[in-house]
């Protein structure tokens, strides 16, 4: 897993400590592939970059279409069926929502405000560490995901396009 996405110097403190911490944690939980920060209208926050992962073979593309885009995609996705679902159910707040596949595993957290983390891992993850570490993420970056922060992270993300 190679670190997330270059953090500029001009970003507020705030966004730096955000980007830190995604960067604990790709570096401390063996079996990601893939790591993204989501808006609650779907727009990728903050991401790993899938598409230099070191750990990729030939049978395993690395994440999904080797682009944190499209996993920003699938996490507002599964996020807003997991919502609905809970709605309907009666069931309150989603806190996580995890799918096994063959070649891997699907982790969505709700982080505050409607900003989803998610996680792409491989199929032989330790999915109780990714889930840990990844509650972890969201109890530190809950509290300063603040609008303002969310638009700087957006406009960051914008201008490394």
Same mark, same amino acid.
């Given at each position: 897993?190679?670190?997330?996405?270059? !953090? +500029?110097?001009?970003?507020?403190?705030?966004?730096?400590? @955000?980007?830190?911490?995604?960067?604990?944690?790709?570096?401390?939980?063996?079996?990601?592939?893939?790591?993204?920060?989501?808006?609650?209208?779907?727009? @990728?926050?903050?991401?790993?970059?899938?598409?230099?992962?070191?750990?990729?073979?030939?049978?395993?593309?690395? &994440?999904?279409?080797?682009?944190?885009?499209? %996993?920003?995609?699938?996490?507002?996705?599964?996020?807003?069926?997991?919502?609905?679902?809970?709605? %309907?159910?009666?069931?309150?707040?989603?806190?996580?929502?995890? !799918?096994?596949?063959?070649?891997?595993?699907?982790?969505?957290?709700?982080? +505050?405000?409607?900003?989803?983390?998610?996680?792409?891992?491989?199929?032989?993850?330790?999915? +109780?560490?990714?889930?840990?570490?990844?509650?972890?993420?969201? &109890?530190?970056?809950?509290?300063? @995901?603040?609008?303002?922060?969310?638009?700087? @992270?957006?406009?960051?993300?914008?201008?490394?396009?």
């Amino acid at each position: 897993m190679t670190a997330p996405t270059p !953090v +500029s110097s001009a970003l507020s403190s705030a966004a730096r400590n @955000l980007h830190w911490l995604l960067t604990n944690l790709v570096e401390e939980v063996p079996g990601l592939l893939s790591v993204a920060v989501v808006s609650s209208d779907g727009l @990728l926050l903050l991401s790993s970059d899938p598409g230099h992962n070191a750990e990729r073979t030939a049978d395993h593309s690395g &994440g999904p279409k080797g682009s944190s885009a499209d %996993l920003a995609t699938i996490v507002s996705g599964v996020g807003s069926l997991t919502i609905g679902a809970a709605k %309907l159910m009666d069931g309150g707040g989603v806190k996580q929502t995890m !799918v096994a596949m063959e070649e891997g595993s699907l982790f969505v957290m709700s982080i +505050s405000d409607g900003s989803l983390l998610g996680v792409h891992a491989t199929p032989d993850c330790d999915m +109780s560490v990714v889930a840990y570490h990844m509650a972890l993420f969201v &109890g530190r970056a809950g509290h300063v @995901l603040t609008p303002e922060l969310r638009s700087e @992270l957006r406009q960051s993300m914008e201008s490394t396009r």
